[in-house]
């Protein structure tokens, strides 16, 4: 009846209504709608064998279908398909000798027939997890039917015998073996001579990965993780996770064995920075940009995000404004809402060209408001008084540390600060380029005791202010001699325009870090530099040449 409507009413627009309408034993219209507009455009009969057609039309296409997709066939009578084998009809499946295709012929089969019709328990198509399984099995039985071809090599035994010659082996040479035995020996050969399946090699292998890092060319050094139960293993968000100083607190935090997420835009970032830890279980990368809310469940936050050197975050110095601000209000409010403890690296620039000597937190500083610096002096400084309100006003636990000079591996080879700047130049024995008369002051801490002070004051109960440096200070035309010294350089030393509102001295006072969180440097910086020369050294052989930048506004490069 439905369908007769819809026919009816696409057909009053292409026909007149007839004259004559059927009528019931009342001797009225049956379909008073219809009859007021128009009757169908096909009778009844047309329109029932149009259905008959249609259904039959469904029931023998899918036969059709069959017949050319499936070579000749016949139907039994029980509706189940029987196959011929079809000369014409060629299967390429794996060999499972060299992993390459080759043409597939029924007697490979395990009882199949060269030719003819099969019965309809060994030719009824299978499904491709079925034909694995048929697979495995026809090994099984070949392997069951000829050992010979199949036997393990012998393995030989031990030397017990004290006089034998291959009793006493070099230690280092056994320690190899040993080192080899934990990867090669659980996953390609078993005890027993068997080889284990691929799920198992797959587990090992993940339970191997889920325990240390990857060696990469930024970081060839393995760092194994410690397992911590589930009470003392934290999840830890790092912003600006992909930097200088951030991977290396990463490095620091996946050691212990918590669950760290870096959150980075990659601005200055680099992903090499954290490449070795990406395959681990515990360690997670979101590419986000801090001025933008995010959502996550953590129980610490390191706040690190911002470009720190001078070329770079004059860049973009809105921007520069806005992490600093608007990146530490949406941390806090995350902070807020998880109750998680907060740090925020600030900076020794707070200070800005200081007139007290050597600076202790509380200096207020002397900066140009307006200067261009300032993007980063005030930028912090205001991001400090955001964390004490929201301490004071929503009893958010809150750490500052105000961060020197530091240097050490994964510095941005283009950041245009002095130690690089220097070493770059050194090694490409190009001129060593001073900002000035060189006589101003710099403090110079090596990365890994920054990372040891910034751990040590987020796990203390201090929540003040913090200066993280090293007190040995240097002016800046006798650091850049003691780099041409040990680089063995030719470069000359060139003093160019004094840069605007560069500080004429920087020095820490620690007094506050040694009373309150036990820290103080332990690295010197001679011993930190051998290693940041190294490094960059390989940074030149694998980039070929490195521009220094300048002191003017600079985009990061790659």
Same mark, same amino acid.
């Given at each position: 009846i439905i369908m007769a409507r819809l026919l009816g009413n696409r057909g009053n627009r292409l026909y007149p209504p007839?004259?004559?309408?059927?009528?019931? @034993?009342?001797?009225?219209?049956?379909?008073?709608?219809?009859?007021? !507009?128009?009757?169908?455009?096909?009778?009844?009969?047309?329109?029932?064998?149009?259905?008959?057609?249609? /259904?039959?039309?469904?029931? $023998?296409?899918?036969?059709? /279908?069959?017949?050319?997709?499936?070579?000749?066939?016949?139907?039994?009578?029980f509706g189940e398909v029987q196959f011929k084998a079809n000369s014409d009809h060629k299967d390429y499946r794996p060999s499972p000798n060299n992993l390459q295709y080759q043409q597939y012929t029924p007697e490979e089969t395990v009882g199949g027939v060269a030719a003819g019709v099969q019965t309809v328990a060994s030719s009824r198509r299978m499904s491709p997890a079925k034909?694995?399984?048929?697979?495995?099995?026809?090994?099984?039985?070949? $392997?069951?039917?000829?050992?010979?071809?199949?036997?393990?090599?012998?393995?030989?035994?031990?030397?017990?015998?004290?006089?034998?010659?291959?009793?006493?082996?070099d230690s280092a040479d056994e320690a190899d073996e040993a080192d080899e035995s934990v990867v090669t020996t659980s996953s390609e050969v078993a005890v027993d001579g068997s080889t284990p399946s691929p799920l198992k090699r797959i587990m090992e292998d993940q339970d191997i990965l889920g325990r240390q890092s990857l060696p990469t060319s930024t970081t060839p050094k393995v760092m194994f993780t410690n397992?911590?139960?589930?009470?003392?293993?934290?999840?830890?968000? *790092?912003?600006?996770?992909?930097?200088?100083?951030?991977?290396?607190? $990463?490095?620091?935090?996946?050691?212990?064995?918590?669950?760290?997420?870096?959150?980075?835009?990659?601005?200055?970032?680099?992903? #090499?920075?954290?490449?070795?830890?990406l395959q681990h279980p515990n360690f997670s990368v979101i590419v986000h940009d801090v001025t933008e809310p995010i959502q996550l469940e953590v129980d610490q936050i390191y706040h690190l995000a911002c470009p720190a050197s001078p070329p770079h975050y004059q860049y973009n110095p809105?921007?520069?404004?806005?992490?600093?601000?608007?990146?530490?209000?949406?941390?806090?409010?995350?902070?807020?809402?998880?109750?998680?403890?907060? /740090?925020?690296? !600030?900076?020794?620039?707070?200070?800005?060209?200081?007139?007290?000597?050597?600076?202790?937190?509380?200096?207020?500083?002397? *900066?140009?408001?307006i200067g261009p610096r300032s993007c980063y002096d005030e930028g912090k400084r205001v991001a400090e008084t955001m964390m004490y309100s929201y301490?004071?006003?929503?009893?958010?636990?809150? @750490? $500052?540390?105000?961060?020197?000079?530091?240097?050490?591996?994964?510095?941005?080879?283009?950041?245009?600060?002095?130690?690089?700047?220097?070493?770059?130049?050194?090694?490409?024995?190009?001129?060593?380029?001073?900002?000035?008369?060189?006589?101003?002051? @710099?403090s110079f801490q090596y990365v890994s005791d920054l990372v040891d002070g910034l751990h040590k004051l987020m796990?203390?109960?201090?929540?003040?202010?913090?200066?993280?440096?090293?007190?040995?200070?240097?002016?800046?035309?006798?650091?850049?001699?003691?780099?041409?010294?040990?680089?063995?350089? !030719?470069? #000359?030393?060139?003093?160019?325009?004094?840069?605007?509102?560069?500080?004429?001295?920087?020095?820490?006072?620690?007094t506050t870090a040694k009373r309150e969180i036990n820290w103080q440097p332990q690295v010197t910086v001679k011993d930190g530099l051998i290693k940041t020369i190294a490094y960059f050294q390989s940074v030149l052989d694998e980039s070929g040449e490195i521009k220094p930048t300048g002191p003017g506004a600079a985009k990061p490069e790659a």
């Open positions: 007839r004259p004559n309408l059927p009528t019931n @034993r009342r001797g009225v219209a049956p379909y008073p709608a219809q009859a007021a !507009s128009s009757p169908g455009l096909f009778s009844r009969q047309s329109l029932m064998i149009l259905t008959v057609g249609m /259904l039959m039309g469904y029931l $023998v296409l899918p036969m059709l /279908l069959m017949q050319r997709l499936g070579g000749s066939n016949q139907y039994n009578g034909e694995v399984v048929e697979d495995a099995a026809a090994k099984v039985m070949h $392997v069951e039917e000829h050992p010979e071809e199949h036997e393990m090599p012998a393995i030989p035994e031990e030397h017990d015998d004290p006089d034998h010659p291959d009793h006493n082996k397992k911590l139960p589930d009470s003392t293993r934290m999840k830890i968000l *790092v912003t600006g996770g992909a930097g200088f100083v951030g991977s290396h607190l $990463v490095d620091k935090l996946m050691m212990e064995g918590h669950e760290v997420i870096v959150v980075d835009n990659f601005f200055t970032g680099q992903k #090499k920075n954290i490449a070795h830890w809105v921007k520069t404004i806005k992490t600093s601000t608007m990146g530490t209000l949406n941390m806090l409010g995350l902070a807020k809402r998880v109750r998680a403890r907060m /740090l925020l690296t !600030s900076t020794s620039e707070i200070y800005g060209d200081p007139q007290e000597h050597p600076q202790k937190e509380s200096y207020w500083g002397n *900066v140009n408001t301490r004071n006003q929503n009893k958010v636990d809150v @750490r $500052v540390a105000r961060i020197f000079n530091t240097f050490g591996p994964r510095m941005h080879p283009n950041d245009g600060r002095v130690v690089s700047n220097f070493i770059i130049q050194a090694l490409q024995n190009k001129n060593l380029t001073i900002y000035g008369e060189g006589k101003q002051t @710099r796990n203390g109960n201090y929540d003040l202010p913090v200066n993280l440096g090293n007190p040995d200070e240097y002016s800046v035309g006798n650091f850049a001699e003691q780099i041409k010294e040990m680089t063995k350089s !030719s470069s #000359k030393i060139v003093k160019l325009e004094k840069s605007q509102d560069d500080p004429s001295q920087r020095k820490p006072d620690i």
